[in-house]
């Protein structure tokens, strides 16, 4: 581990210790999810074509106590939140085909050095799975909060190069798809390094994702 992320997680490790436990949806006190918010985050999987070839399909719509605990996980360094998300990760993942490689769309340089952790991978783990980290980063990316569709695919576009993945399908894994700028231009990479076919996974789906065309559909799992 880096000195940098050696020191992060020391000092949130303190802080956790230190602080009082909060629910990270709704702040009822010594609690790290409650059970209405636990409630918010059971799986309701809704599935949407980006392209012709990439499908994704998301647990939880990005609201309320849902997008509060992504944050504090992502943002306050909660890393034990991860367990309180896997299940939802792990409903949308369970028809991933036996010989599927699993990888996480990797983090922005600046937020994994901010963080010292990554946090699909923490769910990921808690959920079963293995992020293989096939995705890398070629160059630097801003963060895509607060930019529109246009300026999000010119930030991500080429900025990924995949490992050889010949001959095997990929499950791509992110915690909210947006636009889907970012999961379209990792796609792409792997199918560049051989993949034989490509899905995405994520966490949550924010509304914007119905100004990619179609009505969201509701899956069973
Ligand atoms: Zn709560």
Redesign the pocket.
């Known amino acids: 581990m880096e000195l940098a992320s050696l020191l992060a997680s020391s000092v949130r490790d303190a802080l956790t210790f230190w602080l009082p436990v909060s629910?990270?949806?709704?702040?009822?006190l010594d609690?790290d999810?409650?059970?209405?918010?636990?409630a918010a985050l059971v799986p309701r999987p809704v599935s949407r074509v980006l392209a012709p070839d990439l499908t994704v399909t998301s647990a939880l719509a990005f609201a309320g106590?849902v997008a509060r605990v992504i944050r504090a996980l992502k943002e306050e360094g909660r890393t034990p939140l991860a367990g309180a998300l896997a299940p939802a990760l792990r409903a949308v993942l369970h028809e991933v085909p036996p010989d599927a490689l699993i990888t996480a769309v990797p983090s922005t340089r600046a937020a994994l050095r901010r963080r010292g952790y990554r946090p699909v991978e923490l769910v990921l783990r808690r959920a079963g799975h293995r992020d293989r980290r096939l995705v890398g980063l070629r160059r630097a990316t801003r963060d895509q909060r607060g930019l529109d569709r246009d300026a999000r695919r010119q930030n991500v576009g080429g900025a990924f190069a995949a490992r050889p993945v010949a001959g095997v399908p990929v499950v791509l894994v992110d915690d909210v798809v947006t636009t889907g700028a970012t999961l379209l231009e990792a796609a792409r990479a792997l199918r560049a390094a051989g993949a034989t076919g490509v899905s995405a996974v994520t966490l949550a789906h924010t509304p914007r994702c119905g100004d990619l065309g179609g009505e969201p559909k509701v899956i069973d799992t």
């Open positions: 629910c990270a949806g709704c702040g009822a609690i999810v409650c059970d209405g918010c636990r106590p």
